[in-house]
């Protein structure tokens, strides 16, 4: 990723307080009172798809089990938009995650925020007015 | 059908699309201010494009112009929403699970995805070519042929456009009852008529009003009024979205507006 869309990316970063529109409600399929943080994760797949691309990272809890968890992104075209591409993400990456939880507790989350490589990255859906 | 595809046919059927001005936006006219990226909100600013017959051409790459979350948000000076007791029942009862462009199916008239799309127009045909949700297109035909004789039921109806002076006035009829008006989940019956009333008063800004007849679904006639954006410089990018739609399976509770 060119430095340019980086900043680019992070500068997006501040929409994240808009209401976020994709093809579905935001708001039903996850809780904002459910905010998520993991910290230094392994990416174990992307998905450059659509509706929406998605990741998949390991998560260890303090017992040591491991659950994968599947975040959904915005649209691989909103993403190029905003200055990923599809090597953005790729498996092996560390990464911390922002996000938001599912309501219905499916280990499923909405990243609006990737930190990789040291680098803030939007991630999120569209925004009210479209992107 | 690829957009590609889409317009070469056009071109080859009707020829292009001639135009005084750069109806995308890509070129402003000399002196023109300069408007914003797609990504900068700004409207760009300019004077109204138009075809060759002197018609205002509302080619170019839109963003917005019709409700999303709820429809009442665009409801003009003195419009109110009435249900019947068939509609609200119908409110009263859907999921957000349910909600048609949830489930990768298209929008109909007038809602609007929150994906960029494009308007090509002809001498006789003007084309909704839309990105997202669903990668569709509508037709709306402008060369003075009646509305079919009782047509199939469509998610985009039988759309009849015909000029009032600069105001394009689009008549549909032929709707599904299937696509919901926004989140909220506003119905519909097999019997709504859209009068669309669509004006470019300058290069950045399409306005689209709409009358939403369906004595169905509706106590009285209402009119909302949305617009859409120019976005120059974009470009239309493939989204097929039944290619791994995950959400609908995990969509919670009645449906509403975005929260």
Same mark, same amino acid.
């Given at each position: 990723m060119s430095a340019k869309a980086l900043i680019l990316a992070a500068s997006l970063g501040a929409l994240m307080t808009v209401p976020m529109l994709a093809h579905h409600s935001f708001g039903s399929e996850y809780d904002e009172k459910k905010p998520l943080k993991f910290e230094n994760v392994t990416v174990t797949k992307l998905e450059w798809t659509n509706p929406h691309a998605r990741f998949y990272v390991d998560v260890k809890d303090e017992k040591g089990k491991v /659950?994968? &968890?599947?975040?959904? *992104? $915005?649209?691989?075209?909103?993403? =190029?938009?905003?200055? &990923?591409? =599809?090597?953005? *993400? =790729?498996? @092996?990456?560390?990464?911390?995650?922002? %996000?938001? $939880?599912?309501?219905? @507790? /499916?280990?499923? %989350?909405?990243?609006? /925020?990737?930190?990789?490589? @040291? =680098?803030?990255l939007f991630a999120g859906s569209n925004t009210a007015d479209g992107n | 059908m690829t957009v590609v595809a889409l317009t070469a046919a056009v071109l080859l059927l009707q020829g292009p699309a001639d135009s005084q001005a750069p109806a995308d936006g890509k070129a402003p006219p000399k002196g023109a201010p300069k408007g914003g990226k797609g990504k900068g909100k700004a409207r760009p600013t300019g004077p109204t494009p138009?075809?060759?017959?002197?018609?205002?051409?509302?080619?170019?790459?839109?963003?917005?112009?019709?409700?999303?979350?709820? !429809?009442?948000?665009?409801?003009?000076?003195?419009e109110e929403i009435s249900l019947t007791p068939w509609s609200k029942k119908i409110m009263d009862t859907r999921l957000t699970k349910d909600d048609p462009e949830a489930n990768c199916l298209p929008t109909g008239v007038p809602r609007i995805a929150p994906y960029p799309w494009r308007i090509l127009q002809t001498q006789t045909h003007i084309f909704y070519l839309f990105e997202g949700n669903i990668h569709s297109f509508r037709q709306i035909f402008i060369d003075g042929r009646p509305h079919l004789k009782d047509p199939d039921p469509t998610w985009y109806g039988d759309s009849i456009g015909t000029w009032d002076g600069d105001t394009l006035v689009v008549d549909t009829i032929g709707f599904n009852d299937k696509f919901w008006f926004d989140f909220s989940?506003?119905?519909?019956?097999?019997?709504?008529? #859209?009068?669309?009333?669509? #004006?470019?008063?300058?290069?950045?800004?399409?306005? !689209?009003? #709409?009358?939403?007849?369906?004595?169905?679904?509706? #106590?009285?006639?209402?009119?909302?009024?949305?617009?859409?954006?120019?976005?120059?410089?974009e470009e239309l990018m493939e989204y097929i979205c039944q290619e791994n739609q995950q959400d609908a399976q995990h969509l919670q509770g009645p449906a509403g507006p975005p929260r």
């Open positions: /659950t994968n &968890w599947n975040f959904e *992104l $915005a649209s691989p075209n909103v993403l =190029k938009r905003n200055g &990923w591409t =599809k090597n953005t *993400l =790729k498996e @092996g990456d560390k990464v911390t995650v922002l %996000g938001t $939880a599912a309501k219905d @507790g /499916t280990s499923l %989350g909405h990243a609006q /925020t990737v930190i990789s490589d @040291g =680098k803030r | 138009r075809m060759a017959d002197g018609k205002p051409d509302f080619s170019g790459i839109w963003n917005g112009g019709g409700p999303i979350g709820d !429809i009442a948000q665009g409801l003009m000076p003195g989940g506003h119905p519909h019956s097999e019997q709504l008529h #859209t009068i669309e009333r669509i #004006t470019r008063p300058d290069l950045g800004g399409l306005d !689209i009003e #709409t009358q939403i007849i369906d004595p169905i679904a509706y #106590t009285k006639p209402f009119k909302i009024k949305f617009t859409a954006t120019l976005r120059p410089g």
